[in-house]
């Protein structure tokens, strides 16, 4: 399924896989001026396509190699041989061979393995060209390794890809870390932003506030964990005390995305032998 839209001058893709006629997980991918920002998943690869049939397409830039942005590169590079695929440089032997990376059974349910694509590397701070726009490049991992973000100085634009997610988390997919994550929004923070184009959810403009509160949001839940851990907790208690009920994510990802797992990040900085005092 896919919903077009537009924002300024950025047209904007909601993308997920249609089951029982609704669409389900969404994602959002961005066209600018023949530049691709992410290309959703698998399932929606053709639906994208079809959207971006007489468009002029010269690059695709992935901010991460989750497979719900990278599902149409293969597609897209078979329809425009020319077309130039950029990544961080952790994504491009991902890139290249998806399967080779495990996918959690709900990820390959939900959004399906992408095709391999071939992309060449980003520099950090480096710029993208296009013909009436420069796009700076700044690495962001926290939600992966390999995630990126990019800004357009003369218009603020900052495209978050999935560094910045709305609300208050209660949950954290294995493998992210908090920390960084933190550390990333800080970086993005400080970019005099007028318009945010996340990965998923709304636009939003003038983003700093919302960064701001969502920074203080997650260091004042670290400190927390961090202080009952140092209290001897275990890691089932701080859960209960912090967390709140039992989620329906948790029993759909097999606990996969769970609320253990965002305990267990924020720690994970504890037991490599460093204290809050080095994160707040």
Same mark, same amino acid.
């Given at each position: 399924?896919?919903?077009?839209?537009?924002?300024?001058?950025?047209?904007?893709?909601?993308?997920?896989?249609?089951?029982?006629?609704?669409?389900?997980?969404?994602?959002?991918?961005?066209?600018?001026?023949?530049?691709?920002?992410?290309?959703?998943?698998?399932?929606?690869?053709?639906?994208?396509?079809?959207?971006?049939?007489?468009?002029?397409?010269?690059?695709?830039?992935?901010?991460?190699?989750?497979?719900?942005?990278?599902?149409?590169?293969?597609?897209?590079?078979?329809?425009?041989?020319?077309?130039?695929?950029?990544?961080?440089?952790?994504?491009?032997?991902?890139?290249?061979?998806?399967?080779?990376?495990?996918?959690?059974?709900?990820?390959?349910?939900?959004?399906?393995?992408?095709?391999?694509?071939?992309?060449?590397?980003?520099?950090?701070?480096?710029?993208?060209?296009?013909?009436?726009?420069?796009?700076?490049?700044?690495?962001?991992?926290?939600?992966?390794?390999?995630?990126?973000?990019?800004?357009?100085?003369?218009?603020?634009?900052?495209?978050?890809?999935?560094?910045?997610?709305?609300?208050?988390?209660?949950?954290?997919?294995?493998?992210?870390?908090?920390?960084?994550?933190?550390?990333?929004?800080?970086?993005?923070?400080?970019?005099?932003?007028?318009?945010?184009?996340?990965?998923?959810?709304?636009?939003?403009?003038?983003?700093?506030?919302?960064?701001?509160?969502?920074?203080?949001? /997650?260091?004042? +839940?670290?400190? &927390?964990? *961090?202080? #009952?851990?140092?209290? $001897?907790?275990?890691?089932?208690?701080?859960?209960? @005390?912090?967390?709140?009920?039992?989620?329906?994510?948790?029993?759909?990802? /097999?606990?996969? +995305?769970?609320? &253990?797992? *965002?305990? #267990?990040?924020?720690? $994970?900085?504890?037991?490599?032998?460093?204290?809050? @005092?080095?994160?707040?």
């Amino acid at each position: 399924m896919i919903k077009v839209s537009a924002c300024q001058s950025v047209t904007r893709f909601d993308l997920a896989r249609t089951l029982a006629g609704r669409g389900r997980y969404w994602t959002t991918a961005y066209y600018v001026d023949g530049l691709m920002v992410d290309t959703g998943c698998a399932f929606s690869a053709g639906e994208l396509a079809r959207e971006l049939a007489g468009k002029p397409l010269e690059r695709v830039v992935n901010t991460h190699t989750h497979e719900d942005h990278i599902g149409a590169n293969g597609l897209l590079k078979r329809q425009n041989p020319a077309l130039e695929i950029l990544a961080h440089p952790l994504a491009l032997p991902v890139l290249a061979n998806p399967r080779g990376q495990y996918l959690h059974p709900y990820r390959r349910l939900m959004w399906g393995w992408p095709e391999p694509s071939r992309a060449r590397l980003l520099e950090d701070e480096g710029w993208i060209e296009t013909r009436n726009h420069r796009f700076q490049v700044f690495y962001t991992p926290g939600h992966s390794p390999d995630h990126l973000c990019l800004f357009e100085p003369q218009q603020g634009w900052l495209f978050t890809g999935d560094l910045f997610v709305g609300g208050r988390e209660r949950a954290l997919r294995e493998g992210y870390d908090i920390w960084q994550i933190i550390a990333s929004l800080k970086r993005v923070a400080a970019l005099p932003a007028r318009v945010m184009f996340p990965g998923s959810a709304r636009v939003r403009e003038n983003p700093k506030e919302e960064f701001e509160s969502k920074i203080a949001h /997650l260091e004042e +839940f670290g400190a &927390k964990v *961090l202080d #009952l851990h140092q209290k $001897g907790w275990d890691v089932p208690a701080i859960v209960q @005390a912090l967390c709140g009920k039992p989620m329906l994510i948790e029993l759909v990802t /097999l606990g996969n +995305f769970s609320r &253990k797992h *965002l305990v #267990l990040s924020y720690l $994970g900085a504890a037991r490599g032998g460093m204290s809050a @005092a080095h994160h707040l």
